[in-house]
């Protein structure tokens, strides 16, 4: 009875002395609040749960608490209002373009600390691709977050009806796409599918990008959308419909574009590769990729130019140092060349750095494949997407024009640029 | 007594068929969309609703709802959205029901006054109110748990207005009656208003079931963990997939196995649901 | 009388109960009270407040006041908010007119039709009910899918015959209606079923008696006596009209242009930008205010009604 007493007693003491060391023996450890967005259909939680157990391994101290949060607008919507009450992720996948209002907000922390106390972080930040940095720099050119699950619209075609029609390259400028177009034009098939719903703005960058005249100014601060590349490129979309008849008019679907595609009730259609993976399983014809072809016939024939699109990862200010340090291990993993290449090739995105192209992944991926080849080889002609200061308001104001005109709402286009143009000056004067 | 009701009953027949197919028909407007919802999900997760036959398409495959059930935990996601809903509800029917008494039968200070003050939430839609209602889910230390979902619900404007009218509605002598016989305020709830406010309770505990079935936003911003969230962030988990565009079959998949609890549960008593209107009607 | 029957009690009633007695009715609502106030009513005031603010460029330095220079924003067409808000509000009471004006009938029409002997009458209800035990957020993909343009159910259907109906700007709002009527008839079908059921049965045996058709029993007899709870319907329907944002985030996001754009999804839209937060709140107030405005006209019918039928 006594011995079974003092058993309970020691036993009891030893739990409460673990009770007391452990926290103390545990205070190196620190656990992350991840958060992502866009779940995808190959099932992102999954992914960055495996993800996180590989980088645990490496890192004992640090356990990554995988959050998924919605739609990229949910989860910005998400983290503005946690961070405003102290709480919030210690890491994130934001949108490339949620960049200044953060800044603004005081609710990030700028990389570029971090790549400065690490050894090699010059030639880390040099292995990514130019064209996405572009949307990770403030207007200094101080480096705030880090490419991550980037995207970039490309154009992509019904090769067999390519050989059918005797096309023997892809468009490589506006003239040769409304004729392609107008070729593969046929009884329930439309010739090109591009889509305008929703967020038109990203798409139709291209033209400006191509068209040489840039839609924001170096610093952010001024904005260039009544052009005449702007109203060029409204009035090229409208004669699609409306003059050669090649795509049916009012504002097309951007979610059920691949089906459209694939299942063969458009020819072409004006996507982002994270639909590649998706396209080459259902398509059943062989199926092309090649550069957006919106701008007019340069000098070699060619009139190329696109936005790049996607996320970035991002560090929080309301996160301890010690936070910080280890949110930036895991911020240098999930850039790895090997965790990029993974990531591409199972979700379609496009690997950030150039050394994972380098990999076995990726080398065996576009050598069966060799359609990811496109996108990545695209970036040479990528522009940065679009962000200013106000970035959410003018994407706002320039997606109401665009929608509106390209669904024949508004029919003075004028008029609707210069209003447009007028309210985004007006934000920017604030 | 035999032959008059027969004769109006007769009168109705005709009536009645005609109104029985116009009830059929209305009723298979409203279910084609959960029968093509059904008949999707079963679809290759590539293939159109205008390829091969639009019932069955070109083969039939349990291939989506495979996938759909890797994409989330959807077990706990279940136990989550019925500890939200259930301990929502269980909540709301106590302070319906007091708050609709005390505004319904009673007189005091400044009732008609604190009445307008609880319906002002009818009017404020709660998702604006994020950033200083996650502020005061913090303060409160109730971050990532079931309880935050529910809280704020755990007052109802809509569920006082229901009950305030329903009690409104029993002769006041059947409370008279029940006094005089020496029944305490709980006991008169107990046996005189509730069980007369049956259908009310039914309809209000459909209406709250439902809405918090759907909600989505709150639930996530104030939580974090799998283990707490409902159902709503598996199914959204299989609508954002906007970067490979809409993957319907998948989506079907995913949006049959929210649903088909509760019109389970619903299918099951639907019939008690009706007694109960109508036992209530006949008092 | 209105008047004169609350002094009355005031003046005799509060002197005579023992002061536990008093005190109880203020007990009873303490809990809900309490919940509104803490979520409702708090951030109300400060929304009140904020919508009088104008944030700074840097979330660290002060706002400014502004008065009511955020409400005069959003009705001046310059301005980025302004030149889309007036349309949206439009679209906002057109939609929950519209939901109503549809939806109302069809609830009360199928309440009618369920309400009576038939048979596999359960499947027919849960056909009218399920809708509503959907997730709006699965009820917007559902039409997503139905509505698709070239691959949707429709398009399977009507084949070249089907228009565009989430990307022409004449059909957008409409189509949303259609969805919304779809999603909610069947709840408000229950509430008039619920009202339906606590007509007592012997008014229609003596109805019936004096020779009265079904149609004269619905006119003279089930309407009139369904008179609360179809205000009651309409308050709910409007309140909850003004609320949908889901199926706007499922289906169309606002567009075309702001064709199908809603007040709240509007807010939402823009909340994403710290700056605009002063104007948010004010969207929120001006939102308030319209809800109040419906729901108080309506509830003062009720009182009304419930006056008169009082015994």
Sequence with gaps: MFSRRLAFFLVSLIALLLAVVAPAAAQESVTLDFYFPEATANNAQGIFEEYAAQFSEAHPNITINVVYQGSYTDNRTIIQTQTAAGEGPDVAVMLSTDLLSFIEAGTVVPVQQFVDSTEGGADYVADFFDAFLLNSVDENGQLWSIPFQRSTPILYYNADLFSEAGIEAAPANRDELVAAATALTAEGRSGLWFPSEGFPIWLFTAFQIAGGEPLVAERFDQVFFNTTATAEGLQYLLDLSKVHQVMPEGALSWGDGPTIFASGQAAMLVHTTGSLTRILSEAPFEVGTAFLPFGPAGEDGTGYGAPTGGGNLYIFANSSPEEQAAAWEWVQFLSSPEIQADWTARTGYIAARESAWATDTLTALVAEKPQYAVARDQLAFAGKEFTAFRSIDIQNVINTTLSSVIAGDVTDIPAALEAAQAQIDSLLAE | ?283 | ?311
């Design chain 3, 1 to 311: 009388m209105q008047a004169a029957l609350p002094v009355t009690n005031r003046s005799v009633s509060p002197a005579r109960k023992p002061w536990s007695q008093r005190l109880l009715p203020y007990l009873m609502i303490a809990p809900t009270f309490l919940i509104v106030f803490l979520f409702t009513l708090k951030p109300a005031v400060s929304a009140v407040i904020d919508s009088t603010l104008k944030p700074a460029r840097l979330a660290q330095d002060p706002p400014a006041f502004v008065g009511l220079q955020n409400y005069a924003d959003l009705f001046n067409p310059t301005h980025h908010l302004g030149a889309r808000f007036g349309g949206i509000l439009l679209n906002t009471v057109l939609f929950a007119f519209g939901t109503v004006a549809i939806g109302m009938p069809l609830a009360l029409g199928f309440a009618l039709l369920i309400n009576r002997r038939l048979p596999l009458r359960g499947v027919w209800r849960f056909g009218f009910v399920y809708p509503s035990l959907l997730p709006l957020i699965g009820a917007a993909s559902i039409w997503a899918f139905i509505y698709a343009d070239q691959v949707g159910l429709l398009a399977a259907i009507l084949r070249a015959a089907n228009p565009n109906w989430l990307g022409s700007p004449g059909l957008v709002l409409g189509a949303v209606i259609v969805v919304n009527v779809w999603s909610q008839t069947g709840y408000y079908m229950l509430l008039f079923l619920a009202g339906l059921q606590g007509i007592p049965r012997d008014l229609y045996e003596a109805a019936a008696l004096d020779g009265a058709n079904y149609w004269q029993q619905l006119l003279r007899l089930t309407l009139p006596l369904l008179r609360r709870t179809t205000l009651f319907v309409l308050t709910v329907s409007f309140t909850f009209a003004f609320q949908a944002v889901e199926l706007l985030q499922g289906l169309t996001e606002g567009g075309p242009g702001d064709r199908s754009n809603l007040i709240l999804y509007f807010i939402y839209q823009n909340i994403g930008e710290r700056r605009n937060w002063g104007h948010i709140n004010a969207i929120t107030i001006i939102l308030a205010v319209i809800v109040l405005v419906f729901t108080l006209s309506s509830f003062l019918f009720f009182e009304r009604g419930g006056r008169e039928s009082e015994r």
């Design chain 2, 1 to 283: 007594m035999n032959a008059k009701p027969r004769s109006i009953s007769r009168h109705f027949s005709w009536g009645s068929v005609l109104a029985n197919v116009v009830t059929i028909l209305a009723a298979g407007i409203w279910l084609t969309p959960l029968l093509f919802t059904a008949l999707m999900s079963f679809r290759p997760p590539a293939e159109p609703v205008t390829q091969g036959n639009i019932f069955v398409g070109t083969i039939l495959t349990t291939e989506n709802y495979t996938r759909a059930w890797e994409i989330a935990p959807w077990p706990d996601h279940y136990r989550n959205s019925i500890i939200f809903v259930v301990g929502t509800l269980a909540v709301q029917l106590v302070t319906v029901t007091l708050a609709g008494y005390a505004f319904a039968r009673m007189t005091f200070f400044g009732r008609d006054l604190l009445l307008i003050l609880v319906l002002l939430q009818l009017m404020i839609p709660p998702g604006v109110l994020l950033a200083q209602n996650f502020a005061t889910i913090r303060d409160l230390g109730l971050f990532d748990t079931h309880v935050a979902m529910m809280i704020p619900y755990w007052g109802s404007a809509f569920g006082t207005l229901l009950l305030r009218q329903a009690f409104r509605e029993v002769p006041i002598e059947l409370e008279e009656a029940a006094r005089i016989d020496g029944a305490t305020l709980v006991q008169v709830l107990r046996h005189v208003y509730v069980p007369l406010a049956v259908p009310t309770y039914i309809a209000f505990g459909v209406v709250s079931v439902s809405s918090h079935w759907n909600e989505f936003l709150w639930p996530l911003v104030v939580t974090q963990s799998e283990s707490v969230r409902p159902l709503t962030v598996a199914i959204n988990k299989l609508i954002r997939t906007a970067d490979q565009g809409s993957l319907y079959s998948l989506l079907m998949a995913g949006t049959v196995l929210v649903i088909a609890p509760l019109s389970i549960v619903f299918m099951i008593f639907q019939r008690r649901f009706v007694e109960s209107f109508a036992s209530s009607g006949v008092k």
